[in-house]
């Protein structure tokens, strides 16, 4: 049981946090490691499955993995001839990181989290990109979606999606992208793909395509998150983004009813609505 709970506490985390520490090292690193961080944040992840069931789990389990996929990359990096360049950062990056006390850093690593993480959406919403490949690279990178919710969400084949993904990765990396929140003229049209992407997740979890629950809240709480951190900028304040925040906790509000104790759909009309959430 307890194993089961791990496993489902790093999946979690797969989901959830995965997003958050690449995005962190992305900009730390650069985009042209992203598939190196990609593959160390994956190391990280099964490193956790492994050894978290035999060893109590960390009082902050995305500072762990933030810091084994970092120290991973850095084993990595340091066999290659660009190291050096990065040795300014990476020691500036360490000491925010440890030289400060808990409490300080990981409410200094929060903030830092989130506001790397909005800045991930807009890098895998540049004009570079096909707007095809820019929904597939939000919604691989940030949100956690697997190819195959992937391919679900947007009517595709899988390895369409695959295929897609590696050209919009191989884009990504040559250009080395900043990290940044646009501003001028180039905002509005990646705020409305960063906006479409949130609304297929949020659908996703309002009426999920894989595993054997109708709905996935957790999806949905993931929307809302995001779509939240887009409002606490005050770049992203638009009405466009309030509307779409207010369409998606008027559905979650009901999320509680739409399922009986069976897991199957009940109408609307026969919803409890005293059970809704005010």
Same mark, same amino acid.
């Given at each position: 049981?307890?194993?089961q ?6 999946e ?13 090292l ?66 500036a ?7 400060s ?25 540049h ?11 939000? @919604?691989?990178v =940030?949100?956690? !979606?697997?190819?195959?919710?992937? %391919?679900?969400?947007?009517? #595709?084949?899988?390895?369409? &999606?695959?295929?897609?993904?590696t ?34 997740l ?27 951190i ?13 509307? @779409?925040?207010? =369409?998606?906790? !008027?559905?979650?509000s009901?999320? %509680?009813?739409?399922?009986? #104790?069976?897991?199957?759909? &009940? ?6 609505r ?5």
């Amino acid at each position: 049981m307890e194993t089961q709970r791990t496993e489902e506490l790093v999946e979690h985390f797969f989901r959830h946090e995965a997003g958050k520490v690449t995005a962190h090292l992305t900009r730390t690193f650069g985009s042209h490691h992203f598939d190196l961080i990609e593959d160390s944040v994956h190391d990280a992840l099964l490193k956790a499955m492994q050894t978290w069931p035999y060893n109590q789990v960390p009082d902050n389990p995305t500072a762990w993995i933030l810091q084994t996929a970092r120290n991973r990359l850095l084993d990595v990096l340091r066999r290659q001839t660009n190291f050096n360049s990065k040795q300014q950062d990476i020691s500036a990056f360490t000491e925010q990181m440890y030289g400060s006390t808990t409490e300080t850093r990981d409410v200094a690593l929060d903030a830092e989290l989130e506001d790397d993480q909005l800045k991930m959406m807009f890098v895998c919403c540049h004009p570079l990109l096909t707007e095809e490949q820019q929904i597939i690279m939000t @919604l691989k990178v =940030l949100c956690g !979606f697997s190819k195959y919710e992937i %391919a679900r969400a947007l009517l #595709k084949k899988d390895e369409t &999606v695959a295929k897609a993904y590696t050209r919009a990765r191989s884009k990504f990396q040559k250009a080395a992208i900043a990290p940044e929140v646009p501003s001028g003229d180039a905002l509005p049209e990646r705020l409305e793909t960063i906006l479409n992407v949130l609304y297929l997740l949020f659908n996703e979890g309002y009426s999920a395509t894989q595993g054997e629950d109708l709905i996935r809240a957790d999806l949905c709480v993931e929307a809302i998150r995001l779509i939240n951190i887009m409002l606490n900028n005050p770049f992203c304040r638009k009405p466009e983004v309030h509307a @779409l925040a207010a =369409l998606m906790y !008027f559905h979650a509000s009901r999320l %509680a009813t739409r399922t009986d #104790k069976e897991g199957r759909l &009940v109408p609307l009309q026969e919803q409890d609505r005293t059970a809704w959430d005010a």
